[in-house]
């Protein structure tokens, strides 16, 4: 075989292992965020119940539910963490 070849099986091996290697934490991740969202939609749905759709109480929740979104997706794609 060539050196070409070798260095392409190579370099393909690298990134399969490399993505068995990264996905578990990536799974982690995802999971804690969607749980992390479910909390902050259910704690908007109970503040417009109990507090109405326009109350301040339902609008902080919005507030907190939109920063969790924002927080997640930096989480799930800044190559830093």
Request: glycine content about 2%; overall charge positive; proline content about 3%.
């Given at each position: 075989?060539?050196?070409?070849t070798n260095l392409v099986r190579a370099v393909l091996?690298?990134?399969?292992?490399?993505?068995?290697?990264?996905?578990?934490?990536?799974?982690?991740?995802?999971e804690s965020c969607e749980h992390r969202i479910e909390r902050a939609e259910?704690?908007?749905?109970?503040?417009?119940?109990d507090h109405g759709p326009d109350s301040r109480e339902a609008r902080a929740r919005r507030?907190?539910?939109?920063?969790v979104r924002v927080d997640c997706h930096v989480d799930r794609w800044s190559p830093s963490r």
């Open positions: 075989m060539s050196r070409r091996v690298a990134a399969t292992l490399a993505g068995f290697l990264i996905t578990p934490s990536t799974m982690a991740a995802s259910a704690r908007l749905d109970r503040a417009i119940r507030a907190e539910l939109h920063d």
